[in-house]
């Protein structure tokens, strides 16, 4: 077996490699845009909405960069607890707005709480949220926080779902999520190099308020050509190739089967842990269902342990930035299946017992 247990870019399936073969086609044709108009149809189905997905060839930070240049004049609230989230807030101030932290320690989810009491010392124009924060296998109270949002004047809720969207379920529309984004390479299990957002009305209401959109990740722009099936830039065609075979095994999977074989697999990576005298880092209740962070309270040589595991074809992942040896990450995400999981877990503990 070969298999990669980190949290992006994952194993793709041969098929959907495959698929990227495929000749290139001029983008501005009624082939093309069938094409695409057939993968925004399905990729509203795996987001769980009717609003328009946009598909432009970016990352999840390119979308990061959409989200808060378009959805804000000034104010934004930045949820900061762990690296991805700490990025955003940096891509916001980046992009000239009036960023405002609101942190919890990494290893702990954004509570509804606490949002709610920073939302009524001032107004924002928009709230930034991670909803699974990759860098430390914390997965925050998407609902409950999209509930606190909803109760202020007319505050847009912005939510990077790059490491869950595909994995753990989320409802843009149920929850009333303004801006949701992805990308490829993740929860998806596609090559990256492209990115997915699903936006609002009232988002594009409020985008025609903003000054300095840029010309890349305008929102304006990008739907001017969604509503021809296309995008301003030429589209990224060899991942849509791809992405059209990939959303058809996914709906094929079945969206809440393909949830609950990624609840499963963290259950069963988490478990074990405990099991083996460590701990996910993330309290019980916000434990990501498609990246488990584990503490290594056994002081297990993380380097030497991929040394091993590389032998056998699988990798894992260190921990992240300052949590890198302290804790260890395994994703179980995409096309991952329990078998795999199984198997590697048994070459961690045949790797603990020669310790
Ligand atoms: C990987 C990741 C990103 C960055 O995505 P790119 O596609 O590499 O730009 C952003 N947010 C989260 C939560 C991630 O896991």
């Known amino acids: ?49 009717e609003n328009r997905v946009f598909q ?143 936006v609002s009305d009232r988002s594009l209401t409020k985008a025609e308020t903003v000054d300095n959109r840029g010309w890349y990740f305008d929102l304006l722009r990008l739907e001017k050509h969604r509503i021809k099936n296309s995008t301003p830039m030429t589209p990224s065609m060899a991942l849509i190739w791809a992405l059209d075979v990939q959303l058809d095994k996914i709906l094929a999977e079945g969206l809440e089967k393909r949830f609950a074989r990624h609840a499963a697999m963290a259950e069963r990576v988490q478990t074990w842990s405990v099991e083996h005298g460590m701990e996910p880092l993330a309290p019980e209740g916000y434990r990501s269902k498609t990246v488990s962070t584990i503490k290594n309270t056994r002081g297990v040589d993380i380097a030497a342990l991929n040394e091993f595991l590389l032998s056998k074809g699988m990798r894992i992942a260190n921990g992240y930035g300052d949590l890198k040896n302290k804790t260890f990450r395994i994703a179980h995400m995409g096309e991952t299946q329990m078998h795999h999981v199984d198997e590697l877990l048994e070459a961690f503990e045949t790797f603990l017992k020669k310790m």
């Open 1 to 49: 077996m070969s298999h990669m247990f980190i949290p992006g870019p994952v194993d793709v399936d041969p098929d959907v490699l495959e698929a990227q073969t495929k000749p290139m086609i001029p983008h501005r044709t009624a082939e093309f845009e069938k094409i695409f108009r057939g993968t925004e149809a399905k990729l509203k189905q795996v987001f769980l909405t």
């Open 56 to 198: 432009p060839p970016a990352t999840g930070s390119g979308m990061q960069e959409a989200g808060v240049r378009n959805l804000a004049q000034k104010d934004i609230l930045s949820c900061v607890n762990g690296a991805f989230s700490e990025r955003w807030y940096q891509v916001a101030v980046n992009n000239g707005k009036q960023a405002d932290r609101l942190e919890a320690t990494w290893g702990e989810p954004i509570l509804p709480d606490a949002l709610a009491d920073a939302l009524k010392k001032k107004t924002y124009e928009a709230v930034a949220i991670v909803h699974n924060e990759t860098s430390t296998g914390v997965e925050s109270p998407l609902k409950e926080l999209a509930t606190v949002v909803h109760e202020g004047p007319g505050t847009l809720i912005l939510v990077d779902a790059v490491s869950s969207l595909g994995g753990a379920k989320i409802e843009t529309d149920e929850w009333g999520l303004d801006f949701v984004l992805t990308s490829s390479q993740k929860c998806l299990a596609l090559p990256p190099g492209m990115s997915f957002a699903a």
